[in-house]
């Protein structure tokens, strides 16, 4: 099984120039990303899970949504106007090695596809096994392992909902510029569940709904993107306009150069808070430029 699968160029669509959070713009705003020296806004990075989707039903069926795992390290930052293409190297029945880059071969990210319930080491869980001690945090000093979000936090995502100031578009403006479209989407007759599904690039979207990913005791102003993130369905799919409870648990800090990261896992229910459906682990990074009382000395 060691053919590798390419998939063709596509030019993933920039949604998020208009998201704010804590009342300023985002890395995603063209003018915010060139005071970082960044040449534009940058597409979010789980827009680039989409076009793995069809690959990776193919290797594994309808159960991909069921209990498949995406697990992925963001690379480089891609632009709107810039080509991506994905490329998929199965290993086994149950493990595909996934990378994605532009078209002149530049990195976007690389991930692994496992199919659970005994999902092989995860390309993050090997990196979080990998982390130095965090040492010492200036925009992360007040967090600490093992902090856990609200209680009784309710999402859900309706076709016709707007996602919130941090995913400002609806499921449907989403499906109007994914990648690769899917009936399963949209279409409850077309979906073997019955019901129409919650796209992979958008499980992200469903967990921040309500700004958990922001109410950690965070410095700011000062400004954040994802540097990895998993999506893993353990009694999957999730469904459009089902209400899911969210738990979610602060599991390791960390640092680099110009970056201090904390990594969150959120837990997807049932309403009741008894299935577990899904998880999510985000390896939010904060810029320690973007926040002005950096001091100065500790910059790179």
């Not at 856990?148 to 999402?155: I, K």
Request: aromatic share 8%; hydrophobic share 40%; glycine share 8%.
């Amino acid at each position: 099984m060691s053919d590798v699968i390419e998939g063709p160029l596509r030019k993933p669509a920039q949604m998020l120039a208009d998201q704010s959070y804590d009342g300023h713009s985002s890395i995603h705003d063209d003018a915010e990303a060139e005071k970082l020296g960044i040449k534009a806004g940058p597409i979010e990075g789980p827009t680039h899970f989409s076009q793995f989707t069809p690959y990776l039903v193919d290797l594994f069926g309808k159960a991909w949504f069921e209990r498949g795992c995406l697990s992925a390290h963001f690379q480089n930052m891609v632009v709107e106007g810039e080509e991506v293409r994905v490329l998929i190297e199965p290993k086994s029945e149950t493990y595909a090695y996934c990378r994605a880059e532009k078209a002149d071969g530049t990195p976007v990210l690389e991930a692994s596809a496992t199919l659970g319930p005994d999902h092989d080491e995860t390309l993050l869980a090997e990196r979080m096994g990998k982390l130095r001690p965090a040492g010492d945090l200036v925009i992360l000093e007040d967090m600490k392992v093992g902090m856990t979000g609200p209680d009784n936090e309710l999402v859900r995502m309706d076709p016709d909902q707007h996602m919130g100031e941090l995913y400002p578009f609806s499921l449907n403006q989403k499906l109007e510029k994914i990648t690769e479209p899917n009936d399963w989407y949209r279409d409850a007759d077309a979906s073997p569940w019955g019901r129409a599904i919650v796209p992979t690039e958008m499980v992200s979207v469903l967990g921040n709904y309500t700004g958990g990913m922001v109410k950690w005791p965070v410095k700011r102003p000062s400004i954040g993107l994802f540097a990895d993130l998993e999506i893993k369905m353990v009694n999957g799919p999730l469904l459009v306009g089902e209400t899911y409870l969210l738990r979610r648990e602060v599991v390791a800090l960390s640092q680099s150069r110009r970056v201090e990261n904390y990594w969150v896992r959120t837990s997807f229910f049932d309403e009741a808070g008894a299935d577990l459906k899904a998880e999510m682990l985000l390896n939010h990074g904060v810029m320690k430029a973007s926040y002005p009382d950096y001091p100065k000395d500790l910059l790179p």
